[in-house]
């Protein structure tokens, strides 16, 4: 018959030290393969976040030209979508809620007025924060 108690002997048993290792490395192999790729998707998610806030920054400066018939200098800047320039005959924002955002890299984006591409150029220079690169450090721009 089977006893549903256990001896003591059974019951002061332990893991022993080769079980714990062999749980230590298998969780080493699960970060190992799930952690790169965990990196990899927060590195899309920067450059997602950069893509949408430079459509909403084109949006408002669209807004700010039909307001004030062109866009604000390279001078004025992207601040001239949140406080009135020193001619401001016809501004009626602030175009943006919250102010002027950083770029998810935590640097302000470059806005040229006029741009080489187009009347003005907006752009975040990515991860690395230079000009060319690939994957994350790519630039993100408006043209």
């Keep these: 018959m089977t006893s549903y108690f256990l001896d003591a002997e059974q019951k002061n048993r332990g893991f022993t030290l080769l079980e714990?290792?062999?749980v230590l490395v298998v969780l080493g192999m699960l970060a190992g393969i799930v952690g790169p790729k965990y990196f990899k998707q927060l590195g899309r998610s920067e450059t997602k976040i950069a893509h949408a806030q430079i459509e909403t920054l084109v949006k408002a400066l669209d807004i700010y030209r039909l307001e004030m018939g062109n866009y604000p200098t390279g001078e004025q800047g992207l601040q001239a979508?949140?406080?009135?320039p020193g001619?401001?005959?016809g501004w009626g924002g602030p175009y943006l809620r919250k102010g002027v955002p950083l770029d998810p890299w935590g640097r302000e984006y470059v806005y040229r007025s006029p741009g080489e591409h187009d009347e003005y150029d907006l752009l975040s220079w990515g991860k690395d924060g230079r000009p060319g690169g690939e994957g994350e450090n790519v630039e993100i721009v408006s043209w």
């Design 81 to 84: 979508l949140v406080e009135p």
């Design 20 to 22: 714990l290792l062999v």
């Design 87 to 89: 001619d401001s005959v």
